[in-house]
């Protein structure tokens, strides 16, 4: 199965986890989401709001200004990519998956300061982006929730792609799943059964030290080392194992299916995997870090 094909895969609603976050408001965005207990309210109307918050946060890094060129990575169904050029620089979204670009420019494509490409981020010199992309032409370079996709080479070709791309002075953005230890490949005993690597399609999260010398030997100097693990995983592995638990018992279930109908799309049989999904996630997330880079060349 190719690359394209299997990371479709982790977005699909094919995978009981999938099909439960689209039950809970997984629709327009793709990531986990940014929580502050302030905000815990809007968990009524499903995760979208906390999504959206995430790409704010994000967003506010690259602090992107009128007529800058900026790239967006992994841009996903494109909102991301919108929002940065509500700003007025001139953006380009790519996305490895025909599918999120063909909806991206459904919903977007009236935008005139963004365009939608495929492209393979590992390869954006070289690859069909659709998208004139040359050395040293561009502002910022955006990648949120992309690179765990990406694999050990495909990040430190992604890296060394985004360095030869910007200007000097150009920032990139790059917030990822990371792994505290430096030894990536503990992922083999605490999931064991492959619950967490095949949901979402990865093999090994880098560790954090592994990818600030990649940065470096790339050429890049750090601006922002960033842990928004209490802001994301922590906070979004607690709700899904509450929102798990309640799915499990039936009445508890028709209560949760009165604030979000799609709830009873999932059958009992369903909500008993997703238990046991969620506790690898719960083993991995302990050994995983989210992070902001904030990196720039010099």
């Known amino acids: 199965m190719d690359t394209s094909r299997k990371i479709l895969r982790a977005y699909d609603g094919s995978t009981v986890t999938f099909k439960a976050l689209r039950a809970y408001g997984w629709n327009e965005l793709l990531n986990l989401g940014y929580f502050q207990l302030r905000d815990l309210a809007m968990l009524l109307f499903g995760l979208g709001y906390f999504q959206k918050q995430l790409v704010r946060q994000s967003i506010k890094l690259v602090a992107p200004q009128p007529g800058e060129n900026i790239v967006d990575v992994g841009c996903g169904y494109g909102w991301t990519s919108n929002q940065i050029a509500n700003s007025g620089a001139q953006v380009i979204g790519i996305d490895l998956l025909e599918k999120h670009i063909e909806k991206a420019r459904q919903k977007f494509g009236h935008n005139p ?15 069909a982006t659709q998208a004139a992309l040359e050395e040293e032409s561009l502002d910022k370079i955006h990648c949120l929730e992309a690179a765990f996709h990406f694999g050990h080479n495909g990040r430190r070709a ?5 360095f030869s791309l910007l200007k000097r002075g150009g920032r990139l953005v790059l917030v990822d799943f990371m792994w505290r230890s430096n ?4 992922i083999n005993e605490l999931d064991g059964e ?8 990865f093999e090994q999260f880098e560790p ?10 790339c050429g890049f100097q750090e601006k922002q080392i960033i842990d928004w693990s209490p802001r994301v995983i922590n906070p979004f592995q607690k709700i899904c194992n509450i929102i798990t638990l309640l799915g499990q018992y039936r009445i508890p279930r028709f209560f949760l299916s009165m604030i979000r109908p799609g709830v009873f799309s999932m059958n009992s049989q369903e909500w008993r995997l997703l238990a046991e999904v969620l506790e690898a996630h719960e083993r991995v997330s302990g050994s995983t870090y989210y992070v902001a880079m904030v990196l720039e060349k010099p």
Request: charge should be negative.
């Open 113 to 127: 300061n963004v365009t939608y490409a495929v492209g393979d981020a590992t390869q954006m010199l070289s690859s």
């Open 158 to 162: 992604f890296l060394a792609e985004a």
């Open 183 to 186: 030894c990536p490949e503990e």
């Open 194 to 201: 492959r619950h967490v690597r095949r949901t979402w399609q």
């Open 208 to 217: 954090l030290a592994d990818y600030r010398t990649i940065a470096r030997e």
